[in-house]
C-alpha cells in the first residue's frame, strides 16, 4: 500500500512539474482542440443543412397517372408535373407561385399535402401552425387554382 501511495505522490509531483515546464504545450494543445471543435461545429452544420435540403421538395401522385403534385415543403408552393412518353405533353405549371410560410425562416417539412376524396383536389396543410388552403389541380388554367380555408 505505502509503495503504491510513493508512486502515486512521485506522478502528481512529476505532473504537475511538467505541466508547469510546458505549460505552452498545453495551451498549444488546448487550441488546438478548440480548433478542431470549431471545424467540426462548421461541418456538422453543414451536413444538417444538405440533410434538410434534401426533404425540400416532395412528389405527390394524382389518380391521373401522368399527373403529380410538386409541393416546396418550405414555402408552400405547389406546381403541377406533367410527365408523357411524347416530350411535346410532358412540363409543370405553377398552381401555388406564393411563398405562404408565415416566417422566411421556415424549414422544409413545414407544408404537407394531403388528398381528398376528389381526384382534383388537396388540402395544403401548414404544420407549424394549423394554416390550411384548398387547392385545385386541372388541365385547364381556370381549373388551378388554391384558396385559403378559414
Known amino acids: 500500500m ?25 495551451d498549444s494543445l488546448l487550441n488546438s482542440i478548440d480548433t478542431n471543435s470549431a ?20 412528389l405527390y401522385p394524382t389518380n391521373n397517372i401522368y399527373t403529380f403534385l410538386q409541393l416546396d415543403t ?14 411535346d405533353n410532358e412540363g409543370t405549371i405553377t398552381i401555388n407561385h406564393e411563398n405562404l410560410s408565415s416566417t422566411y425562416s421556415s424549414e422544409p417539412g413545414t407544408f404537407e399535402l394531403y388528398p381528398t376524396q376528389n381526384m382534383y383536389q388537396f ?22 387554382w388554391i384558396r385559403r380555408i378559414y
Open 74 to 87: 418550405q414555402t408552400g408552393m405547389i406546381e403541377q408535373v406533367q410527365w408523357s412518353l411524347d416530350s
Open 39 to 58: 471545424f467540426c461545429k462548421v461541418w456538422l452544420e453543414r451536413i444538417v443543412s444538405d440533410l434538410k435540403s434534401k426533404e425540400r421538395y416532395k
Open 123 to 144: 388540402i395544403l396543410l401548414d404544420k407549424t401552425n394549423g394554416r390550411k388552403w384548398h387547392v385545385q389541380w386541372g388541365i385547364g388554367e381556370k381549373k388551378r
Open 2 to 26: 505505502m509503495r503504491k501511495l510513493l508512486y502515486l505522490t512521485m506522478f502528481v509531483t512529476f505532473a504537475t512539474t511538467s505541466l508547469a515546464q510546458s505549460s505552452s504545450k498545453t
